[in-house]
């Protein structure tokens, strides 16, 4: 197991692996992995998962794409996840001793800050409180956590919006499928409906539901509340299929949100969408993103179109109102893909190897200016004059006057901190 690196204002990542991989065993057979892949001013951040299926090999690869993701977005922090593996149903009881226990494990990598964990695939708010409390942190008061399902879903949706734009699909009656109709795939599924898109499959771990004709999304979402993942036995008017047949069904949008590989080996000459906009994280290894790219399908990878989960905290911290980030995220996520789309159109390549060259980049320049950090925030502004021009110079050297503005009412301050943010983030 490697070391995590003291606390300095640097980034860093290890090409060779993970910063570190914290092991943690638990009560009734459970085991809990934290992976740290890359730190940003000693800290790294990714969400918390439980699943009966979770594996180590699995945490590694989702916290490289959390990297991935914070890197695509001109963001230095570090990309982290954490899994348990719980193949039993828990009573209330028992998931609570079980967080704490997995929180006690992490102990001072959660006390010091090492590693800030949110919500995932299988796990809420709570448990996040019930990990802090094993590592000995009480919070005073609640802290209401912004909707990170819906926020994950806004970016897919705004992604989507900029793909359908660029290939001259309208979206108005565009036939869609949902894999997964989880905390990110429900919340698509309302978006989609909003816009008048025609929603023909969906998925859950129980089965698949398939209508060319439609389905009814107001329908679904009233089963999904009954229901859960058993809606589809409840569906009717409709062809109930096995839930790896979804793909195979024509659609000009396809949207996973459950899992990881979901595209694969075995389903990727079925494939008949020409739009992939992922919602959950690792859907594709590269070669089958290559794949699709010479069958003609964009693809758009996780770590591109479904940043909206983690931004929405950044965002709020930094005082933005709900209406607000949805807006900020909208916009900002169509202008990103957009000017993805055009360059790798340019280049003659995917929108994926294209992405990666903008993460290796970035994470290139995050190394240059770190070192200029440590001398000193003139040392810096002239790293990113050197690398990025004037204006990121300029941008530099007033951040630090107006950033206390973000969240003021009306004001030039506040105006042009916004500004400064959006560019850095969503700038080509």
């Known amino acids: 197991m490697n070391t995590v690196q003291s606390k300095k204002k640097i980034w860093i990542k290890n090409d ?52 991935q993701k914070f890197s695509f977005l001109n963001l230095p922090i570090g990309g982290a996840k954490a899994g348990i593996c719980c193949p039993n149903p828990l009573s209330e009881k028992e998931r609570e001793e079980l967080f704490f226990s997995f ?27 019930w990990l802090s409390r094993g590592a000995g942190i009480v919070k005073n008061g609640h802290e209401e956590a912004p909707d990170a399902g819906f926020y994950t879903a806004v970016s897919v949706f705004s992604a989507l919006q900029a793909a359908s734009s660029f290939l001259g699909i309208p979206l108005a009656g565009a036939r869609i499928g949902i894999q997964g109709l989880g905390k990110v795939g429900l919340k698509m599924l309302q978006l989609v409906y909003q816009h008048r898109l025609k929603v023909v499959g969906v998925s859950t771990r129980r089965g698949a539901l398939y209508s060319s004709g439609g389905l009814d999304p107001e329908q679904l979402l009233d089963l999904a509340d009954r229901y859960g993942d058993e809606l589809v036995f409840h569906y009717h008017n409709a062809l109930c299929i096995p839930c790896e047949d979804l793909f195979d069904q024509d659609m000009e949008i396809l949207c996973p949100c459950a899992g990881i590989y979901p595209i694969h080996q075995g389903n990727i000459d079925k494939i008949k969408a020409k739009i992939i906009v992922p919602g959950c994280n690792v859907a594709a290894t590269p070669e089958i993103e290559d794949r699709l790219f010479h069958r003609g399908i964009t693809f758009l990878p996780g770590f591109v179109c479904n940043s909206g989960g983690v931004l929405c905290y950044l965002l709020s911290n930094y005082g933005f109102l709900d209406e607000e980030i949805t807006n900020f995220l909208t916009r900002g996520i169509q202008q990103k893909v957009s000017s993805l789309l055009v360059k790798a159109k340019k280049r003659g390549e995917s929108p994926a190897t294209t992405a990666l060259s903008i993460v290796k980049e970035n994470q290139e320049r995050f190394v240059h200016e770190s070192e200029a950090r440590l001398k000193g925030h003139v040392s810096l502004g002239l790293a990113r004059f050197r690398r990025s021009g004037t204006k990121e110079m300029i941008r530099t050297a007033l951040w630090p006057f107006v950033q206390s503005a973000l969240s003021d009412s009306i004001s030039l301050r506040k105006q042009m901190a916004r500004k400064i943010l959006f560019n850095r983030l969503f700038r080509a």
């Not at 006690?104 to 996040?128: M, N, R, S």
Request: glycine share 16%.
């Open 16 to 67: 060779e692996g993970p910063l570190l991989v914290k092991e943690v065993y638990l009560q009734n057979n459970t085991c809990g992995w934290l992976v740290v892949d890359s730190m940003g001013n000693g800290q790294a951040v990714g969400g918390m998962r439980l699943g009966e299926n979770i594996t180590l090999d699995e945490v590694k690869e989702l916290a490289a794409e959390m990297t």
């Open 103 to 129: 929180g006690k494990g992490l102990g001072h990598l959660l006390h010091e800050k090492t590693y800030l964990p949110g919500a995932d695939f299988g796990t809420y708010p709570v448990d996040i409180q």
